[in-house]
């Protein structure tokens, strides 16, 4: 089993950027696809970006392509998500979560990731 810890959040204002890092133990050494997700109050869970094993493929959400960029560092056990342009609709808590070590098929289903963080908070000011 995996664990995940995140943190980078803060609190910054709408054009400024945050990089929010997840940091992984137990079993680990890029044995998951990765992703971030996020949930803002009274909304469901949503995806926001995915990354491979390798960190070769990734995936983002249509409503941060551009502005994101998910990458992974395995010699460290890390997966970061470095957060340009922020606007005050990116506040949310993000959560990292590990993906199935069977595939390395990146989804956006959360249902398909096998262990969370306890997520890290965003906020946005306008």
């Known amino acids: 089993q995996v664990q995940l810890v995140e943190s980078g959040g803060g609190l910054v204002q709408a054009g400024d950027s945050l990089r929010l890092t997840c940091a992984a133990s137990g079993r680990t050494g890029g044995n998951y696809y990765m992703g971030w997700f996020r949930q803002a109050p009274g909304k469901e869970r949503e995806f926001v970006a995915g990354i491979s094993r390798s960190g070769g493929t990734t995936l983002y959400a249509d409503s941060v392509k551009g502005r994101f960029t998910i990458s992974r560092d395995n010699a460290v056990n890390t997966v970061h998500l470095q957060m340009n342009s922020l606007k005050p609709e990116d506040t949310a808590t993000y959560y990292c979560?590990?993906?199935?070590?069977?595939?390395?098929?990146?989804?956006?289903?959360?249902?398909?990731?096998?262990?969370w963080g306890q997520g890290t908070q965003v906020t946005v000011s306008s």
């Open positions: 979560g590990a993906g199935n070590p069977f595939t390395d098929s990146i989804t956006r289903d959360q249902r398909l990731y096998t262990a």
